[in-house]
């Protein structure tokens, strides 16, 4: 996944919304209820996050 994909699937959401974005899509009850486009927008956050961090230090 690159960065134009994910934030095609996230959109410009500031850092602490995709915080919240995966803290949702992680929780217990969620796993098995997340549609494959929810999937996706995970992967999509986490790689993000991953990106601005990186980009922090």
Do not use: Y
């Amino acid at each position: 996944m690159n960065a134009e994909k994910a934030k095609q699937l996230v959109g410009n959401q500031p850092t602490w919304a995709l915080r919240n974005m995966v803290k949702a899509l992680t929780l217990p009850i969620s796993t098995f209820l997340n549609t494959l486009e929810d999937e996706h927008r995970l992967e999509a956050a986490r790689f993000l996050l991953q990106e601005r961090e990186w980009q922090e230090r």
